[in-house]
């Protein structure tokens, strides 16, 4: 039984972080660090700290703050870290795909966290297991820690021959007795970006997780590009050809937090000119803009600012609300949303009301949204999506879903708005969404239009095989 979810969002498969810094508290440094980096995954998290000789670590299911505490923090010991928070697609085996994953090798330890996921996992596990290697999860990163560990030469050696073989989606952090490695791989799919701290470099998914340690960003780490850290402060070199950039749009959209920079642009004002341009391309007679909080916040305010319509709260968001693997009852179910959300009927009473979303899914909760509003008194709503429909899944390392769980895979844009119960309902095109970033390629767009950087495996249909294939990361 999968776990119950009370809202209709893509789920990133993790973030990342990592640090070479001498005289610092690595092990809380990178704590901190995870704790901005939550919103990439809820469900698991893991710190590997190391003095070059002698690795120590801690992970365990749950949120940042539930897995660590300062007794187990205080065994953390070293001058350099990697940390990773997880969100899982499936619950039983959350703990056994925890990362990063730590080996002794014979150059040392070895220890990986790792963001996204590879298309070409199935034929590299076959090849592990055909060499007599065992394995012990479902991850792909046990089978990239395998291929690192395996391979000759220096480190950097076996990251460019681990980068040679595989395909797919992968931004990595490695910690080994030399230092911190960081990898991107050619096609730029998930971020990574480089920051200075006066100890020493940091590495993380999102620039954000910088602000808690006091780091600053130096660059962005581009695409088949590795960078070390160590005594000496970074070096970064081509560890493979760049392919067409397919850096993932949902980044912009919706996964990263608004403060984060990527790509060169504040998340925020790209949020906040796509919304702008919803608003251009589907305006609405109605008298008021609100959004569903908070995703869909930047997004609101630049369609108010656009449409010249005054932004207001009409929902309220109960923060401490997230996945839960308690199963409802079907009451509880039927009212789900209601956990999440509350109208503010004052605003609301008589308004012809913009609603303004990120991103539709499954389709599961924009109708009970749509209902709220109403029951709160509006007298019209409109619903308007700042991406186009998403209608086909990820095999990059974000959980889309299937296709024929996709509500715009499946229904027609009509079908949709009577299935939300809207007044109208809008998305924005895809050339809108590339107009609004400021970008005419460069950016993976597979889950609104099919056409996919790299081949994948496009014929599974049951999630439990999806998930043993692909849903790892």
Request: hydrophobic content about 40%.
């Amino acid at each position: 039984m999968f776990p119950y979810e009370i809202d209709d969002k893509p789920k990133e498969e993790c973030g990342i972080f990592g640090l070479f810094a001498p005289g610092l508290d690595v092990a809380r440094t990178t704590y901190f660090s995870l704790y901005a980096l939550q919103h990439r995954g809820q469900e698991g998290a893991g710190i590997v700290t190391s003095d070059g000789q002698v690795a120590h670590i801690h992970k365990g299911t749950g949120l940042v703050a539930q897995v660590f505490n300062e007794e187990n923090l205080s065994h953390l010991k070293g001058h350099m870290a990697v940390g990773h928070t997880r969100y899982s697609t499936t619950g039983s085996s959350v703990m056994r795909n925890a990362q990063p994953y730590l080996i002794e090798t014979l150059h040392g330890p070895l220890a990986v966290a790792h963001n996204g996921n590879l298309t070409n996992a199935p034929s590299l596990r076959n090849n592990l297991l055909q060499r007599g290697i065992g394995l012990s999860s479902s991850s792909d990163t046990e089978i990239i820690v395998h291929l690192l560990s395996g391979a000759g030469g220096d480190w950097m050696s076996r990251i460019r021959t681990f980068m040679a073989q595989a395909e797919g989606a992968y931004s990595l952090i490695l910690l080994t007795r030399d230092g911190i490695f960081g990898v991107r791989d050619p096609w730029g799919f998930r971020p990574l970006v480089l920051g200075k701290i006066d100890e020493g470099y940091v590495l993380a998914s999102e620039s954000c997780a910088f602000s808690t340690s006091g780091a600053e960003i130096v660059r962005e780490i581009m695409p088949g590009e590795i960078v070390r850290l160590d005594e000496e402060g970074y070096s970064v070199v081509q560890g493979a050809h760049p392919q067409a950039r397919a850096f993932c749009t949902f980044e912009h959209i919706y996964f990263a937090r608004p403060d984060s920079v990527l790509d060169g642009k504040s998340v925020h004002h790209v949020r906040q000119a796509l919304g702008r341009q919803l608003a251009r391309e589907a305006p609405a007679d109605a008298d008021i803009v609100v959004p569903v909080p908070d995703s869909g916040t930047p997004h609101a305010i630049g369609y108010a600012q656009e449409s010249g319509l005054p932004y207001t709260e009409g929902l309220i968001k109960n923060r401490y609300i997230g996945r839960t693997f308690i199963q409802p009852t079907d009451r509880l179910r039927r009212a789900s949303v209601a956990m999440k959300f509350n109208p503010l009927a004052e605003n609301l009473v008589g308004q012809r009301v913009i609603i303004v979303d990120d991103s539709i899914v499954r389709g599961n909760t924009s109708g009970p949204l749509v209902q709220m509003l109403r029951d709160g008194g509006a007298a019209e709503v409109h619903m308007r999506v700042a991406c186009p429909p998403i209608k086909f899944p990820c095999f990059m390392g974000v959980d889309m879903a299937l296709q024929t769980e996709l509500i715009a895979a499946t229904k027609s844009l009509e079908e949709i708005r009577q299935h939300i119960n809207a007044d109208s309902l809008a998305y924005l095109s895809v050339k809108g969404m590339m107009h609004a970033i400021r970008e005419s390629d460069g950016y993976c767009n597979a889950c609104f239009t099919g056409d996919y950087p790299i081949n994948v495996q496009l014929q599974l249909q049951d999630k439990a095989q999806f998930q043993q294939v692909f849903g790892i990361g």
